[in-house]
């Protein structure tokens, strides 16, 4: 079969975790043994996260005097996609993964009158106190928001309406190669006149679920640090919400800079293709594929997952 697998930021860190490299290489080799089974036995693209190593070499860039002016977000996304990528393959590959896997540098079209471009509500970097937040806020030009009881860069976050590797990333998936790519939602570019780089971040659920439909996966799978869709989230009532369709899960709301996206691209491919979707934890991401725990979202409720119900009362931290 065919999956599109996105991992969140805590496949590498998990909150208010310092981005030390030794960090990051040991979370991963955690989460790839289950991974290279997976990607042995099926054909995976692996989507990865950015927030918190944009973030870092963003700020890097900002504080950098030897610079006339930071470098690009779009730049800087380009660099985290190598890293992770580079990172993603040797620890695919140390925990026993026989094929061939390869990161391709994924440019991703967006809209130039989005919405979102003026709007910044996706989280990258660390996470501030308040105090401090507003410091760097106003040292360097930049949006904040809150992120549950800290405070963290908000940057535009606007749809990717085309994939310009996708022809690639097919072909190499005929040939048997597990695909890394869509990193950070990919380097947002306007096609006008030749692609030009946008001062952005696009969520990388959203190019996950464009890469699963026009890749016509059989399923896309939605991986984070919680174990699953929470509902009545920082309540005494919060709740995993564990079989769904998109048109009562839409119902409910979620935080826009962290469960949201992720609700809105799975049921977006959910409706686009009529396959299933599922958003749960990554320390137990071959259940979630098999469809026994996280959240399961199908068109229609079926024998598989005769109702909605709630299970697991969970007191997570919201996802990044």
Not at 54 to 72: F, I, K
Not at 100 to 106: D, E, P, S, Y
Not at 124 to 130: E, L, P
Not at 268 to 293: C, P
């Amino acid at each position: 079969m065919r999956f599109v697998i996105a991992l969140g930021g805590n496949a590498l860190l998990h909150r208010h975790e310092a981005p030390e490299a030794a960090t990051q290489v040991a979370r991963l080799s955690l989460a790839a043994p289950a991974l290279a089974r997976i990607a042995a036995a099926h054909q995976v693209v692996f989507v990865h996260g950015n927030g918190p190593q944009v973030g870092l070499l963003a700020r890097e860039s900002a504080e950098d005097e030897t610079l006339t002016s930071p470098y690009p977000l779009s730049a800087l996304g380009a660099e985290t996609q190598g890293l992770i990528g580079s990172l993603l393959i040797q620890a695919l590959h140390n925990a026993g993964h026989p094929g061939q896997a390869v990161t391709v540098i994924t440019h991703t079209v967006v809209d130039a009158d989005d919405a979102a471009m003026g709007t910044p509500t996706k989280f990258i970097g660390a996470v501030y106190d308040c105090r401090h937040a507003r410091r760097l806020a106003d040292d360097n030009g930049w949006d904040i928001a809150a992120d549950g009881e800290g405070w963290r860069r908000v940057v535009p976050s606007p749809l990717p309406r085309r994939i310009v590797e996708l022809s690639a990333a097919a072909t190499l998936l005929a040939a048997g190669s597990t695909v890394v790519m869509g990193g950070g939602g990919g380097i947002p570019v306007i096609d006008s006149d030749g692609y030009r780089p946008v001062e952005a971040v696009i969520d990388k659920d959203h190019t996950a679920a464009l890469l699963a439909r026009l890749l016509h996966a059989d399923a896309l799978v939605i991986l984070t640090d919680v174990p699953g869709v929470i509902a009545d989230y920082g309540t005494p009532a919060a709740t995993v919400i564990a079989a769904t369709t998109p048109a009562l899960l839409r119902t409910l709301p979620f935080a826009a800079g962290s469960m949201g996206p992720k609700v809105d691209a799975a049921c977006g491919f959910v409706e686009a293709t009529g396959k299933r979707a599922a958003i749960g934890s990554l320390d137990h991401v071959q259940d979630v594929l098999d469809g026994t725990v996280g959240t399961q979202i199908t068109a229609s409720l079926s024998p598989r997952h005769p109702a909605v119900f709630r299970a697991g009362p969970s007191s997570a931290p919201p996802t990044r």
